[in-house]
Nanobody
Framework: QVQLVESGGGLVQAGESLRLSCATS????????MAWVRQAPGKDREFVAA????????FYADSVKGRFTLSRDNAATTVYLQMNSLTPEDTAIYYC??????????????????WGQGTQVTVSS
């Protein structure tokens, strides 16, 4: 059974950092693109970051560029989202996703086939 399980969310103050983890199992996603997407209360899901190591590309939303970093462990079974300088606008449920989008579709959430259940991040001012 393929699973993506996020963890690491929580309540932090503005300016602090969090590292989210996405543990994968049931399939080797080494050659897949891995993405982070978030959904704030009352808003649509928003692309945050995506990276495909086998394709040599990565993208970040303008709102997180320079503050967030997507990485993975050497075994390619756990993906991370390091989030620095958090602001209240980063408050959302964060989802991990895996898929095989083309380069042009890296930010298209419908092209990601596997999703986790999400982890809540709350940033207080």
């Amino acid at each position: 059974q393929v699973q993506l399980v996020e963890s690491g969310g929580g309540l932090v103050q503005a300016g602090e950092s969090l590292r989210l983890s996405c543990a994968t199992s049931g399939y080797n996603f080494r050659n897949y693109a891995m993405a982070w997407v978030r959904q704030a209360p009352g808003k649509d899901r928003e692309f945050v970051a995506a990276r495909r190591w086998s394709g040599g590309w990565h993208f970040y939303a303008d709102s997180v560029k320079g503050r967030f970093t997507l990485s993975r462990d050497n075994a390619a079974t756990t993906v991370y989202l390091q989030m620095n300088s958090l602001t209240p606008e980063d408050t959302a449920i964060y989802y991990c996703a895996a898929g095989t989008p083309p380069l042009s579709g890296a930010r298209t959430m419908s092209l990601y086939n596997y999703w986790g259940q999400g982890t809540q991040v709350t940033v207080s001012s």
